[in-house]
């Protein structure tokens, strides 16, 4: 039904309520890019609106350290679009010190905890190779 895949990769080791958060981070980096995701508002029988919601599947994989920097890796060979989180942001309270913090690292030593990305269907699947459903 798709032709593109939007995944979200998290560092198999974190806390639940971290994962939770990551997730909704990053996937608004990509609805940011992308409003065309956005579908319609929902109506209930009583005619009350709920806000619209992303109208593509995500996909939520986690993976160790080693293979989120070998995917991140590869995002940057290919110089795909993606959203991220950094170790770092969970200290801050504001999106400006989050960006402060990514600065701080050269691409191939951030402390990545999550990733997201949404691109065809066989690039995803190839960069994010190795990386289990999250259960």
């Excluded at 981070?25 to 919601?53: M, N, P, V, W």
């Excluded at 993606?82 to 309270?93: E, K, L, P, Q, V």
């Excluded at 691109?119 to 994010?128: F, M, S």
């Amino acid at each position: 039904m798709f032709d593109t895949k939007i995944a979200i990769v998290l560092l198999s080791s974190l806390k639940t309520w971290q994962k939770l958060n990551i997730t909704s981070f990053l996937t608004s980096g990509i609805i940011g890019q992308t409003s065309s995701l956005i579908g319609e508002r929902y109506i209930d029988k009583s005619k009350y609106e709920y806000l619209a919601l992303n109208s593509q599947p995500v996909v939520i994989l986690e993976a160790e350290s080693t293979l989120i920097k070998k995917i991140h890796s590869k995002i940057l060979e290919r110089s795909l679009a993606c959203s991220i989180y950094i170790n770092d942001m969970f200290a801050t309270g504001n999106d400006e010190d989050n960006r402060l913090t990514v600065k701080n690292y050269p691409s191939e030593d951030l402390p990545i905890v999550g990733l997201g990305l949404r691109e065809e269907k066989k690039i995803v699947d190839k960069v994010i190779k190795g990386a289990k459903l999250h259960s």
